[in-house]
């Protein structure tokens, strides 16, 4: 299959950006043909979550989030304004919020990074990889 790419365009919004990239990225698994509720759907939309979450903390909200569906992976990147790179914290209490978003990159995705953005342009895009579940079969025709 070709890769197939879903892009929106967020300009730097903070306000509710995290629902909508949520909602954004749902459509585009179900158009994919990800199961629906499956665990691999609510792993990445947690993903999605966490990344556009930092964005909006630690850089002003995120540009843009593009999604590259193609050859069993799923990638999806958030680019923004700020040119500093997620770092790993020291690990604080467990029980409180905050602080995890890069455990848990580390942990569902099976690659992430980040890349300075091009032509000297201010600001990064934070990359994560995820495999596509495998899709179902037609069964064979009698």
């Given at each position: 299959m070709a890769e197939?790419?879903?892009?929106?365009?967020?300009?730097?919004?903070?306000?509710?950006?995290?629902?909508?990239?949520?909602?954004?990225?749902?459509?585009a698994l179900t158009d994919w043909l990800w199961p629906e509720g499956s665990e691999a759907e609510e792993d990445l939309l947690?993903?999605?979550?966490?990344?556009?979450?930092?964005?909006?903390?630690?850089?002003g909200g995120p540009r843009e989030l593009?999604?590259?569906?193609?050859?069993?992976?799923?990638r999806v990147e958030v680019s923004?304004?700020?040119?500093?790179?997620?770092?790993?914290?020291?690990?604080?209490?467990?029980s409180r919020p905050g602080g995890h978003g890069l455990v848990l990159l580390e942990r569902l995705a099976k690659n992430w990074g980040s890349v300075r953005a091009p032509d000297g342009r201010?600001?990064?895009?934070?990359?994560?990889?995820?495999?596509?579940?495998?899709?179902?079969t037609d069964p064979p025709r009698p």
């Open positions: 197939q790419t879903r892009r929106l365009v967020l300009g730097g919004a903070t306000a509710g950006v995290v629902a909508r990239c949520r909602d954004f990225t749902r459509r947690l993903l999605v979550s966490e990344v556009v979450t930092n964005a909006c903390l630690h850089a593009v999604l590259r569906n193609g050859l069993g992976l799923l923004d304004d700020s040119p500093e790179v997620p770092v790993r914290r020291a690990t604080r209490d467990r201010p600001g990064k895009t934070v990359w994560l990889e995820v495999t596509a579940p495998e899709l179902p």
